[in-house]
């Protein structure tokens, strides 16, 4: 068959169809969230849909934060790390039909742990503050924000920094739609878990608690993830602090609250480390 015959043999309606996802396609381009802070490698989520249900899964580096999704959706999805190195670099959302309610999805956001090996905080927080600007430019509100702790390490150097940024990225308004979480209850003694655990509601946690987060305990099982995901579907969805200040008022990363608080402190990576993140090596 020769290529005019092929053409011709096109229907319209193809035809018009392809044109249409093309002009869309660029439409939705268009829409993209700008900033001057954006990357082009940042990983955005491009077919938001306003009532997705959108929980990102925040913590420091190995807390198992990937490892909380994978049980979640039932799958391998998202890569867990086995050695003293930080994993997941760039953000990862996974999307799985809503049980009961299957024409709406759940959207899991990966996150970048805090305290990462190779990459500064600042840049982390940039990574999420991004994903989460494109997503509320497309009229997505975050459900829940499951924050995981892992309650073997009792007291870690930067726990009080990390806290700030987790403050400051939700803000006040959006503290009831957290969920603080303990992880990895297996490594230590029932009673060393529990009193780690009291300790971080009277002090630590004690502030966000007061504004409404909820606290729960990760166990490694289906049950446990889905309890905490029904936890923070308790709350209707809102815009997060962070949101607001990158798309609402336009202000660049390092003028949001989280990111004052990311900038703040002395860099942790060598310069060279630093270098390689910042032109997306990691
Ligand atoms: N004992 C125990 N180990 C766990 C648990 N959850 C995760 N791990 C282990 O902790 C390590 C890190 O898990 P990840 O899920 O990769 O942690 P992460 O928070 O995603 O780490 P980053 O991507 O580096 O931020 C892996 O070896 C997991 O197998 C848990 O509940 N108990
Ligand atoms: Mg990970």
Redesign the pocket.
């Given at each position: 068959m020769s290529w005019p015959l092929q053409y011709s043999a096109l229907s319209h309606s193809a035809f018009v169809t392809t044109m249409t996802m093309a002009v869309r396609g660029h439409s939705k381009d268009a829409q993209e969230w700008r900033s001057k802070d954006r990357k082009r490698e940042d990983s955005v989520m491009k077919d938001g849909r306003e009532d997705d249900i959108i929980i990102p899964i925040l913590?420091?580096?190995?807390?198992?934060?990937?490892?909380?999704v994978n049980i979640a959706v039932g799958r391998e999805a998202?890569?867990?790390?086995?050695d003293l190195e930080?994993?997941?670099a760039m953000l990862q959302h996974i999307i799985i039909p809503c049980p009961g309610e299957p024409t709406r999805r759940i959207v899991f956001v990966?996150?970048?742990?805090f305290d990462?090996t190779n990459i500064d905080d600042a840049e982390i927080l940039r990574r999420i503050g991004v994903w989460l600007a494109q997503s509320y430019h497309d009229r997505t509100k975050v459900t829940g924000v499951i924050y995981?702790h892992d309650i073997s390490q009792a007291r870690v150097p930067t726990s009080r920094k990390t806290l700030q940024m987790l403050h400051k990225l939700c803000g006040d308004a959006a503290m009831k739609n957290v969920a603080l979480t303990t992880?990895?209850?297996?490594?230590v003694p029932p009673m060393t878990g529990e009193k780690n655990e009291k300790e971080l509601c009277e002090n630590s946690w004690g502030e966000m608690i007061e504004q409404g987060s909820q606290v729960g305990r990760?166990?490694?099982t289906v049950e446990s993830a889905w309890d905490l995901v029904e936890l923070v579907l308790q709350n209707p969805p809102l815009a997060l602090q962070i949101q607001k200040e990158l798309v609402d008022l336009k202000r660049r990363f390092h003028e949001t609250a989280a990111g004052r608080i990311a900038n703040a402190h002395e860099p942790r990576i060598p310069f060279g480390e630093r270098f390689k993140s910042f032109f997306g090596f990691h």
């Open positions: 913590g420091r580096t190995g807390v198992g934060k990937s490892s909380f998202a890569r867990v790390g086995h930080s994993c997941t990966d996150t970048p742990g990462d995981l992880t990895k209850w297996g490594d990760f166990d490694g």
